[in-house]
């Protein structure tokens, strides 16, 4: 029957349950509570942590491989300073679900994590960005044009990492058209957030697009390539990574919210508001719920980093979470939680579903303490 599930019960309470279990995992896990998982036998354990070890590994060959690593060097720096490794993981752990071997999925985790943080060397020059996992940014150490090569090479690297696939010439061939593509959305979604605070109105779809852009491209990517080398064919590797896409944005989203309330490894709270012209979900909902506060807001947005007081980030802070904007962005949350995979795409793959359970309890556990409570 349309719009139910297989036992009878509506999809629509489905999808509650499924949310009220994601936040209530996210809250222990907040807590320092455990909770059940999928159990996994001490071999199996023990190979995917191999492999992510085999990842590590890979990446600094790779950073190292040059006669003249110095440049190397940087990108090893930046890669090495820390990070969840979640695009890397996440090839491991679907290629696995799809059947194929983990250990062919070393490879291309570490193309994946090295455009990755390609991204995030080049990201924190444009924003200005001084402080990254809780050190100086590459660019504050060692300049920005240095900084800019070191993206380059990093974005050089991951097709490098290609080569050591265990698969086809053909299928190398497949995945870097599949790198090359989420390279270019990435780089279009990144100059979309220059031109969005310029946006009026600025509203939810266009910081959606541009998040589209930046940060879900490389969350469907690995799932893309992980099917490629699981034998799925191209059509149906680019469905299922479709389903992955709102991952993205809920991550985007957390770290709109960790980098006010939470733990930014940055040098203050509300890195994001004193840099120039960033427009995050919360600055988004603010606007829409009080568009009178625009000359007020866009006032701190755009003035430079150094006349920002903190007494004014923290203003803004407060204002954000009495005023509506921090229930709205979680409102958000819960309405991309409520769509996940509603065009059934996962359907018939068990083990795609676990992994998306498994990282929306990850993207959820650093802010869980930031949901409003009702009553």
């Keep these: ?38 159990r996994r036998f001490p071999a199996e354990l023990a190979l995917l942590v191999r492999c992510e070890d085999a990842i590590e590994s890979l990446i600094e060959r790779l950073c190292f491989g040059a006669p003249d690593p110095t440049l190397g060097q940087l990108v090893w720096e930046h890669v090495s300073s820390g990070g969840k490794r979640l695009r890397a993981r996440l090839a491991l752990r679907a290629v696995e679900a799809l059947g194929g071997t983990v250990a062919d999925g070393i490879a291309w985790g570490a193309c994946c994590e090295l455009l990755h943080n390609a991204s995030l060397i080049h990201d924190d020059v444009e924003d200005g960005d001084r402080y990254r996992r809780g050190r100086l940014a590459l660019w504050a150490r060692h300049g920005t044009a240095q900084a800019i090569n070191a993206g380059d090479l990093a ?16 299928l190398r061939w497949r995945l870097t058209e599949s790198v090359s593509r989420a390279a270019r959305r990435v780089v279009d979604g990144q100059a979309a957030e220059l031109r969005l605070l310029a946006a009026a109105p600025l509203t939810w779809e266009a910081y959606a697009t541009c998040v589209e ?26 469905r299922l990574a479709s389903g992955f896409r709102p991952l993205g944005l809920l991550f985007q989203i957390q770290d709109d919210l960790v980098d006010l309330y939470g733990d930014n490894g940055r040098d203050r709270p509300g890195s994001d508001l004193a840099q120039l012209g960033k427009a995050t979900a919360l600055v988004v909902e603010h606007l829409r719920l009080h568009p009178e506060d625009r000359a007020w807001l866009l006032a701190i947005l755009t003035a430079p980093r150094a006349d920002t007081a903190p007494e004014t ?4 802070i407060a204002r954000f979470a009495e005023q509506g904007a921090l229930a709205a962005v979680w409102q958000r949350i819960d309405d991309l939680l409520g769509g996940l995979d509603r065009a059934g795409v996962l359907a018939g793959e068990p083990g795609l579903g676990a992994l998306i359970d498994g990282f929306v309890v990850e993207a959820l556990r650093p802010v869980a303490h930031t949901r409003p409570r009702i009553g």
């Excluded at 974005?155 to 086809?168: N, Q, T």
């Excluded at 852009?213 to 799925?232: M, N, S, V």
């Excluded at 980030?313 to 803004?316: E, K, S």
């Design 155 to 170: 974005i050089a690297l991951s097709y490098l990492a290609i080569g050591a696939v265990p698969v086809s010439d053909g």
């Design 1 to 38: 029957m349309a719009g139910s599930t297989a036992r009878g019960r509506p999809a629509r309470t489905c999808a509650r349950a499924r949310r009220a279990r994601w936040h209530l995992a996210a809250e222990m896990l907040s807590d320092g509570r455990t909770i059940a998982s999928r």
């Design 313 to 316: 980030i923290d203003a803004a």
């Design 213 to 238: 852009g930046k940060t879900t491209a490389l969350f469907a990517l690995p799932i893309e390539g992980a099917a490629l080398i699981a034998g799925r064919s191209a059509d149906d590797a680019a």
